[in-house]
């Protein structure tokens, strides 16, 4: 509910502070006091537009309006302000600057905001209902959300929306997998070619740097050869270091017993070196027996490395990466082998999705359809007390194509009117006249009132240009639709007014205006002078008090709050 209201330096009003009640709040006052100032000051606040009649008051550099919210713990507009990671402590406090040369600045709970979120914040927690309302029931997209909370039927909407969820998910996982196969068999060929290439050449990790360093060592063979086998002859002649070792170790092993003792350490030492020298020039041999091949070895080795190479370059990688490269290869070949199968796996899926989503959203279609006929003659017995029985009101369902069709279901949903008999149906706002607008808008809240969430309702002049018996059916309407809705209005009928909890009397004196709460006694008073005009009598006070009475008789117990 809308709490409370501070205005400051706007138009006439220097400064303004009303406290609200739950149920119905009226404001009063003559003609041009100013009352419709209040109304825009408070959707100033609400992210409406600065300007116009919500200008900064003459000789002040800025102006302001402050409205502070006390909505149920799961409103909608607490989750607006958790997106936004604004703390709150229970209130919600709307308030917007305005500077004389019209710029603004917006606040939600002292975060400055940007307008356009100060103005989802406001649509959430406030509805305005006059000639110049565009949001409310006078935005179609909400209209959908309206119909269903009244037909009861969310969890049903909220079905088809998961349902459909998992059919878009399903089908876009289809055409990822269409995508892929097509590209895949695009280049099949390709891919087939490559396998078989690399499958032949089967190139091995590490064998072109083993390939390299062998064909340097054949290229240069002949001196290689040479300089190993004049090693090996220094190792092995008759005085190379074989035979003077195998000498040495000779002449020690002839000495006594007791000298042998004593040269152990170089015996040892000696037989060692003999070990080592024997297998270096056992090396050395085997490395000439590489070294004495047949030129057509090394023309083979060439013919591999350069081989590996080549392949290397065609696939722009390293000859090392060859043995993944065959790898990936591979794989592509397998999935274009098994991506036929997949592929019907996943239609199948998105067939059976869609065939689940469909059938929820056809039930929820049928179910809109029986609550668009029940809000229809719900609303239509509104008409006819409240002066609009010409006017005719219809739920009108668009059909949307397969590639329309979405989470929200199989239609778009729009509230229509007929204002005249026999003239065609339109949106609401065709309605040339605000008070019959507000009237209009009135009914259908009525009818809205016990599905739709917590908001606080403004009615501009809802009873513009009626009386007697139809200002009476307003009243009565207004004070059954505060039973389950906080509402505000601007009001000059005593009708109306006499039913209000809370009753405001707005003044003006030069170019200032004035905003009081009335207690019993004044709001008696200020009954009787909506009867009877300037001159208040008796019997006008008796009256007053004849319909106060009579409206207190008619409330009935509100409705707790949800939390």
């Known amino acids: 509910m809308l709490a409370a209201l501070s205005v400051r330096d706007i138009v006439l009003i220097e400064q303004a502070s009303l406290e609200f009640a739950a149920g119905l709040n009226v404001l009063t006052g003559e003609t ?112 959908r959300a309206l119909l269903d909370a009244f037909g009861g039927h969310e969890e049903l909407a909220a079905e088809t929306a998961s349902r459909f969820a998992a059919y878009d998910a399903a089908r876009t996982a289809a055409a990822e997998l269409r995508r892929v196969q097509a590209a895949a068999a695009a280049d099949a060929d390709y891919v087939k070619g490559a396998v078989d290439e690399l499958s032949a050449l089967d190139a091995q990790e590490g064998e072109e740097v083993a390939l390299a360093a062998e064909r340097t060592l054949l290229m240069n063979a002949a001196r290689i050869a040479e300089d190993v086998s004049a090693a090996s002859d220094l190792l092995s002649g008759e005085r190379g270091a074989e035979a003077s070792l195998a000498g040495a170790l000779k002449r020690l092993s002839r000495m ?88 019907k796996q996943a239609e199948a899926a998105a067939a059976a999705a869609r065939a689940a989503y469909r059938e929820t959203a056809e039930r929820l279609s049928q179910s809109r359809r029986t609550a668009a006929r029940d809000l229809e003659t719900a609303v239509a017995g509104e008409l006819v007390p409240l002066k609009l029985g010409n006017a005719k009101f219809r739920v009108s369902f668009t059909p949307l194509g397969e590639e329309e069709a979405g989470a929200q279901g199989l239609e778009r949903v729009a509230f229509e009117v007929a204002t005249l008999e026999g003239a065609p149906f339109g949106p609401l706002t065709r309605i040339a006249s605000g008070g019959e607008l507000a009237r209009f808008s009135l009914a259908i809240k009525v009818v809205l009132a016990q599905s739709g969430p917590p908001a606080a309702l403004v009615f501009d002049e809802v ?101």
Not at 73 to 93: C, D, M, W
Not at 112 to 136: I, S
Not at 258 to 287: G, P, W
Not at 470 to 482: I, M, P, T
């Open 256 to 343: 006594k017993e007791e000298a042998r003792k004593a040269a152990v350490a170089s015996e040892t030492a000696l037989e060692q070196a003999f070990a080592l020298t024997e297998e270096a020039r056992r090396e050395l041999d085997a490395l000439l027996s590489r070294l004495e091949v047949d030129a057509g070895t090394l023309e083979r080795k060439e013919e591999r490395l350069f081989a590996i190479r080549a392949v290397a370059r065609k696939y722009a990688t390293q000859p090392d990466r060859l043995p993944q490269v065959l790898a990936d290869f591979r794989a592509r070949l397998e999935a274009l082998d098994l991506g036929g199968g997949r592929l």
């Open 463 to 563: 009873d513009r240009g009626v009386g007697g018996a139809v200002a009476d059916a307003v009243g009565l309407r207004l004070q059954r639709l505060a039973q389950s809705t906080q509402v505000l209005l601007v009001t000059h009928s005593p009708q109306v007014a006499a039913r209000a909890e809370r009753h405001f009397r707005v003044s003006r004196k030069g170019d200032k205006m004035a905003v009081e709460q009335l207690d019993d006694e004044a709001r008696l008073e200020e009954v009787a002078r909506m009867l009877s005009g300037a001159a208040v009598t008796e019997e006008a006070r008796a009256a007053a008090r004849r319909l106060i009475a009579e409206a207190r008789a008619k409330q009935r117990p509100k409705r707790k709050a949800s939390k």
């Open 32 to 143: 041009g006091a100013g009352k419709s100032i209040l109304l825009d000051a408070l959707g100033l606040a609400a992210g409406g537009r600065g300007g116009g009649r919500a200008g900064v008051r003459p000789g002040a550099a800025q102006g302001s309006a402050t409205a502070i919210f006390e909505p149920p713990a799961k409103h909608p507009a607490r989750g607006l302000l958790t997106e936004q990671s604004i703390a709150g402590n229970g209130e919600i406090v709307l308030r917007r600057t305005l500077a004389a040369d019209g710029r603004t600045r917006a606040f939600v709970n002292d975060e400055p905001v940007g307008v356009a979120f100060l103005k989802d914040v406001g649509a959430a927690l406030l509805e305005v209902h006059g000639q110049t309302d565009d949001r409310g029931l006078f935005d179609t997209s909400t209209h």
